[in-house]
């Protein structure tokens, strides 16, 4: 039997403090796997990207690691992290976190049913809730790091949980993250799910990697919010996944549709 370096920890922690009541009419956002925040210029290349933006989604984010002071003591963002796994080795623990200048009004996070094999680790989705400046609507947003080297039916009960979130919420949704859709069966089905709540995936120009079998795995999908810009950071490489930068703006109720 082999024994894994992981251990299962599946909680949440909130740092930071975050200065502004509400978000909009513009979003600045930033959706990045940081990849364990392992390869060099990683900290440098993350402070400039953060700078400007109001959401920031991260995939295999970090906790007890040496960055830690940088999102405990940020008076710009409030940070909340959705562990899944821990390092036995190390102590560090991996999974997804939402960066935001509003601090969010409810917040939420599931491990995905299934482990990966080998190390049985599970993939995490975090969902939080923001107020919107002159709506009565509020903002749901999805960070979400999908369970990989499985089989269909365990990365589509992976997706099902997504789903169950989402139907709840009537008002704008971000639906982000790394979804690791390597087959056109897996990126189907998750495009049906989207599609079903009125999702839009926002379009972009990017390069695909060799890494990733030359697909892409990062998407975004919004409800209720218009894209501004979207941009891919083809010239950062201090992860194995390019960070995006995106601009949005919020609709007015009457312009959104309704599943």
């Not at 917040?107 to 049985?120: Q, V, W």
């Not at 990733?212 to 218009?226: S, T």
Request: a neutral charge; hydrophobic letters at 40%; proline letters at 3%.
């Amino acid at each position: 039997m082999i024994k894994s370096r992981y251990s299962k920890v599946e909680s949440l922690k909130i740092m930071g403090s975050a200065p502004n009541l509400a978000l909009g009419p513009s979003i600045e956002i930033l959706v990045w796997n940081v990849f364990k925040c392992r390869k060099k210029g990683w900290l440098k290349d993350f402070t400039t990207l953060i700078h400007d933006k109001n959401l920031i989604l991260l995939q295999e984010a970090v906790l007890n690691s040496s960055f830690d002071n940088l999102f405990n003591a940020s008076s710009e963002h409030q940070w909340i992290m959705a562990s899944s796994f821990m390092s036995v080795k190390t102590s560090i623990e991996t999974g997804v976190k939402t960066g935001s200048t509003v601090a969010a009004v409810e917040h939420y996070f599931s491990a995905s049913a299934h482990g990966e094999p080998i190390t049985k680790t599970k993939k995490m989705l975090l969902a939080t809730v923001y107020p919107l400046d002159h709506l009565k609507q509020s903002l749901l947003v999805i960070n979400v790091h999908a369970i990989n080297f499985v089989s269909f039916e365990k990365f589509k009960a992976h997706m099902d949980q997504i789903s169950q979130t989402l139907e709840h919420h009537d008002g704008p949704i971000l639906l982000a993250g790394d979804f690791n859709t390597w087959n056109g069966k897996r990126l189907k089905y998750f495009n049906e799910l989207a599609t079903s709540f009125l999702l839009e995936e926002v379009e972009m120009t990017r390069q695909p990697r060799l890494s990733h079998l030359f697909q892409h795995l990062d998407h975004i999908y919004c409800r209720g919010l218009e894209t501004v810009d979207a941009h891919v950071h083809t010239q950062i490489h201090s992860s194995d996944h390019y960070p995006i930068s995106l601009s949005l703006r919020t609709l007015s109720p009457a312009d959104i549709k309704q599943p």
